[in-house]
């Protein structure tokens, strides 16, 4: 605004002073359109330069003219520079001057924010009255099978990816209903590892000749993609029983 004062008195005492014969123009009114014509041109805001101007002033008798001055100020300053004083020191610090909604939020929300931690978890231990009280009164559809630790349990370990497909069959062969005649049907599931889920894929076909269809490819859900990583691989099937776990 000091700069707009300035710039209007030193454009009006010039006149005066040249042409002090033919012209005497208000050196007032020329400080007061000047600074609605800077604050028009630094801001982007023709607007505010206009009516911030009028009411320091106490009326809108310049209104006309501070209605041209800020439109050219505004016009000529963003064929100069395309965001306003605020936008391009957001800018100059590596910020983005025009956020949109998706980027504020991944911004200023936090992993933590977005973690859903209201599952109710069931025990190894559980009887299917407790388990079905914790269906009803629960508004998940998923329930963390856990030991009495709190920690998911394994049901075995081994080293080894050709080592885990040939344990994966194994058991498979043990639990699914009539071991290797097993005729019904097969899913393989896979987290961003679709070889993996090839070779499991070869393994079981061969182990199991008799299975009902093609074995159906899928990915893995949101909900246990997220929880297992990477890498994981399932095999889905019909069973006689769950093994105890160890």
């Known amino acids: 605004m000091f700069i707009g004062a300035f710039t209007g008195f030193g454009v009006a005492r010039f006149v005066n002073m040249v042409a002090a014969e033919n012209y005497h123009l208000s050196e007032v009114n020329f400080i007061a359109v000047g600074m609605g014509g800077v604050i028009a041109g630094v801001m982007h805001a023709p607007m505010t330069g206009m009516f911030l101007i009028a009411e320091i002033t106490g009326g809108y008798r310049l209104f006309i003219p501070l209605m041209i001055v800020a439109s050219l100020s505004c016009f000529i300053s963003k064929k100069i520079t395309k965001y306003n004083v605020y936008k391009t020191q957001i800018e100059e610090h590596g910020g983005s001057a025009e956020p949109n909604q998706t980027a504020v939020l991944m911004e200023k929300v936090t992993i933590g924010e977005l973690v859903e931690n209201d599952f109710i978890s069931v025990s190894v231990s559980d009887n299917l009255r407790t388990l079905l009280k914790d269906v009803m009164t629960s508004q998940r559809n998923v329930f963390p099978v856990l030991d ?84 994981t691989v399932a095999v889905f099937f019909y069973g006689d029983e769950r093994p105890e776990m160890a």
Do not use: W
């Open 148 to 231: 009495d630790k709190g920690a998911i349990k394994a049901y075995s370990k081994v080293r080894g990816k050709k080592k885990a497909v040939e344990t994966t069959v194994d058991t498979m062969e043990q639990c699914a209903r009539n071991g290797r005649d097993y005729d019904g049907k097969c899913f393989v599931c896979h987290s961003q590892c679709p070889e993996d889920a090839r070779l499991m894929i070869e393994a079981v076909e061969e182990r199991f000749p008799r299975l009902k269809g093609h074995i159906r490819l899928c990915d893995i859900g949101t909900i246990i993609g997220s929880h297992a990583g990477p890498g």
